[in-house]
């Protein structure tokens, strides 16, 4: 592969970079061209709605076959799949029409919650060590502005850390 791209000079590499630009926007003004075809011909997607989605579902339901017809030449379920070292510790989600229809397989990693109410913050408990370091940092602070002395500085300091 390095002698062929060692024997094209810069102007070939050139020259093809700029023939694939151009392939590239040939094939866009193709697909724009098919798209408004598509529209002229069909009148509209919600006149041809309803084969629209039957054409959808007959391709889902054509990969679910694939798919259980590959797992079944392999002599593997599904659960033997998801049990592969590669998935573990991993959720995987299957969305279809963008995400209108979504399936979640395997153990989610995000954290359980309680919901309260209809609250879209969540609110978590602080750590006591980082609420103790956060305390320490702020009596430093105090101290370094001359607004404690030390050894009020030194009182707080073991109250905090129990010494």
Known sequence: MNKIH????????????????????????????????????????????????????VLIAGSGYLSWKYMKKRGKKLRDILNDPVFEGR????????????????????PLTIAHGNSKTLKQIKDP???????????????????ITFDEFLEAKKGLTGE
Not at 27 to 48: E, K, R, S, W
Not at 91 to 110: C, D, F, M, R, Y
């Open 91 to 110: 959720t995987i989600e299957i969305n279809l029409l963008g995400g209108l229809a979504s399936v979640k397989l395997g153990h989610s990693q995000e």
């Open 129 to 147: 060590g980082v609420d103790r370091s956060e305390q320490l940092a702020n009596l430093a602070r105090l101290l370094k502005q001359d607004l």
């Open 6 to 57: 060692d024997a094209l000079g810069p102007q070939d590499s050139i020259f093809r970079g700029v023939l694939l630009a151009y392939f590239v926007l040939f094939l866009h003004i193709i697909l724009i061209f098919g798209l408004g075809l598509l529209v002229f011909l069909f009148g509209g997607v919600v006149t041809y709605l309803p084969w629209i989605l039957a054409v959808g579902a």
